[in-house]
């Protein structure tokens, strides 16, 4: 987690240009680095400034606005000017080609990913950013897309290896002609370096957005917790989540937080009374045209009686209910598609389509007939013991938390505009007005997506601007009154869509953002928000001042909704790219956020491999009964609390301008660090990506199986953590596989450790420092071989010279390389028993001490 940020004054006075001598020059038609040719044939009406030239003073703390400055000779900022004025224009930056490159960016509306190439013409549409391979310095350069005035900007592909930039004010009320700061491009000898220095400067020059060292992430970053949306979809109940976190905690694993997902609020459509709750809805989807009719939690929550849950003879609830239900609605669902097929097809008689729709949407009504509106919650409990005066989303939240002691956090969800479909005119206090959608012609490249059709087909009710504060007070004051802590606020980027009438869709977004983070900061502690399909550079450079935590791939998808069998396999490895290569970019303004995943899906084990070195929380959406334990206890506590690495993960520079999800030889690697050692996974993501012909992520069978490749103690990139330096430096590492239960030693002049990873899974290894104990014995504690993050579990470590005390949280079995018999072992101050093998094995087995915190004291005598 971020250290909250150190109080300084900004600064506003005037710093003297660096006197060193830019690293880029356009001239004749070429923009170069180092005097190395980058861009060619750049047209004479694009300009490059230095940073220093522009940003000459910043509001920005002191501390950063200096660390700007000791490296603005790297940086600069790209101009272009025309002779017309418009809200959208398009020109080239120049051409490249033979460069190997890596960029991010939008698949869809909402989520970006990664793709690789070497050419201008390589790069897809709504390009975030573009990173080149330039091995003639041993640098990198990166061309960033940025915000000027009432514009923002994107990387397009042109023709003949042209990189072209649109700048775009989503308003024909707003218009340009002239930039001089639309991108801004820097050069480091490290590419993860670059990133850092990059967005720092484009911090200090906008002063609209706050990097993640400023703020502070949600506490739930470093706990387990469960989200209701694949359990339950649009039906989720108080007594369905009631039940489930039950379902974990008899499970030995306590939940920390929840996140009650779709579902909760009061929205209807606008063919519905007005006054009443959409009824029967199921899958997402089917709620994508509906409003929000009050501000506060739907029927099904209002209703719920204080006290209902707590007695010793709670309603019952049929865990198959929901399942069937969605099993029915999906069933609704393909009938609905093959009646589309056959319209497409030129089919006139639809009777028989229509016939089978009828019959499963009264079989769909007939199951949520036979249920009480209000789930048989309305009675409450005769207990006195149980006796309330709160009900409704008040009373539920605290009938949860006086019932499971350990939870924490109880979030909820809501779309930016409150719904999918935004406010319902004339319904709350909030001038609402139905704004069709108008999308940008950039993503006319990105994949077909339901969301966005829906979205389109109702139009938004959108709270106007200059009542955004009050729309998101009254709301999120709300939710904090009856017990909610924070909120998941998804479908962000819709924005765009609605912008004409409001000046454009910077202007918008920064009177949303603004009014969202003044909420936030007065009612969930100033970081109680997961952002969500947000995943575009307006979000981060106009909506991150507050908001610390976010998603960084797309949905957890259980099976492609596109048909494809194999894609329960393949989707699990394309969703590790998305949040591998976004959190890049991401992790320097807020805390990646890897979503969650079902324990007991196919593929779950490869899902919680990745989760468990993510640097992130770990939450699934397990169904009620649904549940693997076996699997959770190797990530998480039994208190709830997970060992969570000290930074975010990123891919290894080897995996940088490579594919790993097709072709056919790259493993992902991603690399992070433990309080006192490194970490790499080794995850095998072939066999799926994108297809820019036909605009969509699709299965590649000829992808899917082993690959072999090698991981290095140098993979770890020791430098990004002023803590982390010193573990570089050491002369011989200790290496865990965790999956193969292998224990080796190497240093940095070894040989590369050789792997063949299978489709759909991993291996985790863990480097620690070997350290010498006098003069013959040599030791590195491994961590708890039980969790997939071993070393996460090691959370202090003091050598004398006659032995090691380790502290440990976690039961288990603990493992430390040891090349000496151990005199002695002390458990938490008692002698116990120990194994240890000549190959350097040392193992003791540690209990789960509650009243510890489950932390274990384990001294070593030698």
Same mark, same amino acid.
């Given at each position: 987690?971020?250290?909250?940020?150190?109080?300084?004054?900004?600064?506003?006075?005037?710093?003297?240009?660096?006197?060193?001598?830019?690293?880029?020059?356009?001239?004749?038609?070429?923009?170069?680095?180092?005097?190395?040719?980058?861009?060619?044939?750049?047209?004479?009406?694009?300009?490059?400034?230095?940073?220093?030239?522009?940003?000459?003073?910043?509001?920005?703390?002191?501390?950063?606005?200096?660390?700007?400055?000791?490296?603005?000779?790297?940086?600069?900022?790209?101009?272009?000017?025309?002779?017309?004025?418009?809200?959208?224009?398009?020109?080239?930056?120049?051409?490249?080609?033979?460069?190997?490159?890596?960029?991010?960016?939008?698949?869809?509306? @909402?989520?970006?990913?990664?793709?690789?190439?070497?050419?201008?013409?390589?790069?897809?549409?709504?390009?975030?950013?573009?990173?080149?391979?330039?091995?003639?310095?041993?640098?990198?350069?990166?061309?960033?897309?940025?915000?000027?005035?009432?514009?923002?900007?994107?990387?397009?592909?042109?023709?003949?290896?042209?990189?072209?930039?649109?700048?775009?004010?989503?308003?024909?009320?707003?218009?340009?002609?002239?930039?001089?700061?639309?991108?801004?491009?820097? %050069?480091?000898?490290?590419?993860?370096?670059?990133?850092?220095?990059?967005?720092?400067?484009?911090?200090?020059?906008?002063?609209?957005?706050?990097?993640?060292?400023?703020?502070?992430?949600?506490?739930?970053? #470093?706990?387990?917790?469960?989200?209701?949306? #694949?359990?339950?979809?649009?039906?989720?109940?108080?007594?369905?989540?009631?039940?489930?976190?039950?379902?974990?905690?008899?499970?030995?694993?306590?939940?920390?937080?929840?996140?009650?997902?779709?579902?909760?609020?009061?929205?209807?459509?606008?063919?519905?009374?007005?006054?009443?709750?959409?009824?029967?809805?199921?899958?997402?989807?089917?709620?994508?045209?509906?409003?929000?009719?009050?501000?506060?939690?739907?029927?099904?929550?209002?209703?719920?009686?204080?006290?209902?849950?707590?007695?010793?003879?709670?309603?019952?609830?049929?865990?198959?209910?929901?399942?069937?239900?969605?099993?029915?609605?999906?069933?609704?669902?393909?009938?609905?598609?093959?009646?589309?097929?056959?319209?497409?097809?030129?089919?006139?008689?639809?009777?028989?389509?229509?016939?089978?729709?009828?019959?499963?949407?009264?079989?769909?009504?007939?199951?949520?007939?036979?249920?009480?509106?209000?789930?048989?919650?309305?009675?409450?409990?005769?207990?006195?013991?149980?006796?309330?005066?709160?009900?409704?989303?008040?009373?539920?939240?605290?009938?949860?938390?006086?019932?499971?002691?350990?939870?924490?956090?109880?979030?909820?969800?809501?779309?930016?505009?409150?719904? @999918?479909?935004?406010?319902?005119?004339?319904?709350?206090?909030?001038?609402?007005?139905?704004?069709?959608?108008?999308?940008?012609?950039?993503?006319?490249?990105?994949?077909?997506?339901?969301?966005?059709?829906?979205?389109?087909?109702?139009?938004?009710?959108?709270?106007?601007?200059?009542?955004?504060?009050?729309?998101? #007070?009254?709301?999120?004051?709300?939710?904090?009154?009856?017990?909610?802590?924070?909120?998941?606020?998804?479908?962000?980027?819709?924005?765009?869509?609605?912008?004409?009438?409001?000046?454009?869709?910077?202007?918008?977004?920064?009177?949303?953002?603004?009014?969202?983070?003044?909420?936030?900061?007065?009612?969930?502690?100033?970081?109680?928000?997961?952002?969500?399909?947000?995943?575009?550079?307006?979000?981060?450079?106009?909506?991150?001042?507050?908001?610390?935590?976010?998603?960084?791939?797309?949905?957890?998808?259980?099976?492609?909704?596109?048909?494809?069998?194999?894609?329960?396999?393949?989707?699990?490895?394309?969703?590790?790219?998305?949040?591998?290569?976004?959190?890049?970019?991401?992790?320097?303004?807020?805390?990646?956020?890897?979503?969650?995943?079902?324990?007991?899906?196919?593929?779950?084990?490869?899902?919680?491999?990745?989760?468990?070195?993510?640097?992130?929380? %770990?939450?699934?959406?397990?169904?009620?009964?649904?549940?693997?334990?076996?699997?959770?206890?190797?990530?998480?506590?039994?208190?709830?609390?997970?060992?969570?690495?000290?930074?975010?993960?990123?891919?290894?520079?080897?995996?940088?301008?490579?594919?790993?999800?097709?072709?056919?030889?790259?493993?992902?690697?991603?690399?992070?660090?433990?309080?006192?050692?490194?970490?790499?996974?080794?995850?095998?993501?072939?066999?799926?990506? @994108?297809?820019?012909?036909?605009?969509?992520?699709?299965?590649?069978?000829?992808?899917?199986?082993?690959?072999?490749?090698?991981?290095? %103690?140098?993979?770890?990139?020791?430098?990004?953590?002023?803590?982390?330096?010193?573990?570089?430096?050491?002369?011989?590492?200790?290496?865990?596989?965790?999956?193969?239960?292998?224990?080796?030693?190497?240093?940095?002049?070894? #040989?590369?450790?050789?792997?063949?990873?299978?489709?759909?899974?991993?291996?985790?290894?863990?480097? %620690?420092?070997?350290?010498?104990?006098?003069?013959?014995?040599?030791?590195?504690?491994?961590?708890?071989?039980?969790?997939?993050?071993?070393?996460?579990?090691?959370?202090?470590?003091?050598?004398?010279?006659?032995?090691?005390?380790?502290?440990?949280?976690?039961?288990?079995?603990?493992?430390?390389?040891?090349?000496?018999?151990?005199?002695?072992?002390?458990?938490?101050?008692?002698?116990?028993?120990?194994?240890?093998?000549?190959?350097?094995?040392?193992?003791?087995?540690?209990?789960?001490?509650?009243?510890?915190?489950?932390?274990?004291?384990?001294?070593?005598?030698?």
């Amino acid at each position: 987690m971020a250290p909250p940020n150190d109080p300084v004054n900004p600064i506003f006075g005037l710093f003297k240009s660096d006197s060193q001598k830019n690293s880029f020059d356009l001239s004749h038609g070429k923009l170069s680095v180092k005097g190395v040719p980058l861009l060619s044939e750049v047209p004479n009406n694009v300009s490059f400034k230095t940073f220093s030239s522009i940003c000459q003073s910043s509001a920005a703390p002191l501390p950063l606005f200096q660390r700007v400055q000791s490296v603005s000779n790297n940086g600069g900022f790209i101009g272009f000017a025309t002779e017309e004025p418009s809200d959208r224009l398009m020109n080239s930056l120049g051409k490249f080609s033979g460069r190997d490159f890596v960029s991010i960016f939008r698949f869809k509306t @909402w989520w970006s990913t990664q793709w690789v190439g070497n050419s201008g013409s390589d790069l897809q549409m709504e390009t975030q950013w573009v990173l080149l391979d330039v091995p003639e310095l041993r640098s990198y350069v990166l061309i960033l897309p940025s915000i000027e005035g009432k514009f923002r900007s994107a990387l397009q592909p042109g023709s003949d290896g042209h990189v072209l930039i649109c700048a775009e004010s989503g308003s024909t009320q707003a218009k340009a002609s002239k930039f001089d700061t639309i991108a801004y491009v820097h %050069v480091s000898e490290n590419p993860y370096t670059i990133m850092k220095e990059a967005y720092t400067a484009l911090r200090v020059h906008l002063n609209t957005f706050r990097l993640l060292e400023e703020k502070s992430a949600p506490p739930l970053v #470093d706990k387990f917790g469960w989200c209701t949306w #694949d359990a339950f979809y649009l039906t989720v109940e108080p007594a369905g989540v009631w039940h489930g976190v039950k379902e974990f905690t008899d499970g030995g694993i306590s939940p920390r937080f929840i996140i009650i997902d779709d579902g909760w609020q009061s929205i209807n459509s606008d063919g519905e009374d007005p006054d009443k709750d959409a009824k029967n809805l199921v899958l997402g989807g089917t709620q994508m045209t509906a409003r929000l009719h009050r501000l506060d939690e739907g029927e099904k929550f209002r209703n719920y009686k204080g006290g209902s849950l707590l007695g010793p003879n709670p309603p019952r609830f049929d865990a198959n209910k929901p399942k069937m239900l969605i099993s029915k609605a999906i069933e609704l669902e393909q009938a609905e598609k093959a009646r589309a097929k056959a319209v497409q097809l030129g089919t006139t008689d639809l009777s028989k389509f229509d016939a089978e729709m009828e019959r499963l949407k009264l079989e769909l009504n007939q199951m949520f007939g036979g249920e009480r509106k209000d789930g048989g919650l309305s009675q409450g409990c005769a207990s006195c013991c149980c006796k309330t005066e709160e009900n409704g989303m008040k009373g539920f939240t605290k009938d949860l938390r006086t019932k499971f002691k350990g939870l924490d956090d109880i979030y909820v969800w809501h779309a930016l505009c409150g719904a @999918w479909g935004g406010v319902r005119p004339g319904k709350t206090h909030l001038n609402a007005k139905v704004i069709p959608c108008k999308l940008s012609p950039g993503l006319d490249g990105t994949m077909y997506d339901l969301a966005v059709v829906k979205v389109v087909e109702g139009g938004i009710g959108l709270v106007q601007p200059d009542q955004a504060e009050d729309f998101y #007070d009254s709301m999120h004051s709300y939710l904090a009154k009856v017990g909610v802590t924070g909120v998941k606020v998804d479908v962000i980027h819709t924005l765009e869509y609605l912008s004409e009438e409001y000046g454009g869709r910077v202007e918008l977004a920064k009177a949303y953002y603004k009014g969202i983070s003044k909420s936030l900061s007065k009612n969930f502690n100033g970081n109680g928000l997961i952002s969500s399909m947000q995943q575009c550079n307006d979000f981060f450079f106009l909506g991150t001042e507050q908001i610390s935590m976010g998603r960084v791939g797309d949905d957890f998808w259980f099976q492609d909704p596109y048909g494809d069998p194999s894609g329960v396999y393949w989707l699990q490895g394309v969703h590790m790219i998305h949040c591998a290569y976004n959190s890049m970019w991401m992790g320097q303004i807020i805390q990646p956020d890897w979503d969650m995943f079902q324990s007991d899906h196919v593929c779950a084990k490869f899902h919680a491999g990745s989760r468990a070195i993510c640097g992130g929380p %770990v939450y699934v959406s397990d169904s009620v009964g649904g549940h693997d334990f076996e699997l959770l206890k190797k990530l998480v506590y039994p208190d709830g609390t997970i060992p969570k690495c000290q930074h975010f993960a990123l891919p290894t520079r080897d995996c940088l301008f490579n594919n790993p999800l097709f072709d056919n030889k790259t493993i992902l690697k991603i690399w992070n660090f433990n309080k006192y050692g490194g970490v790499i996974g080794a995850f095998n993501c072939q066999g799926a990506g @994108w297809d820019p012909k036909e605009q969509m992520i699709k299965g590649k069978k000829d992808c899917y199986r082993p690959m072999s490749g090698f991981v290095h %103690v140098t993979d770890i990139e020791w430098d990004q953590k002023v803590e982390a330096t010193k573990l570089g430096e050491a002369e011989e590492y200790a290496v865990y596989l965790n999956q193969a239960e292998k224990l080796i030693l190497t240093t940095q002049k070894s #040989d590369p450790i050789q792997m063949t990873v299978m489709p759909s899974t991993f291996e985790i290894f863990t480097f %620690v420092p070997v350290m010498n104990l006098g003069r013959t014995t040599k030791f590195a504690p491994i961590g708890l071989t039980n969790m997939f993050n071993s070393g996460g579990a090691i959370e202090g470590l003091d050598y004398s010279k006659t032995g090691v005390k380790i502290q440990v949280k976690g039961g288990g079995n603990l493992l430390a390389f040891s090349s000496g018999y151990p005199k002695k072992c002390w458990l938490n101050g008692a002698d116990v028993g120990f194994d240890w093998s000549g190959d350097g094995k040392l193992t003791v087995g540690l209990p789960w001490v509650e009243e510890a915190g489950g932390i274990s004291e384990v001294t070593f005598l030698f």
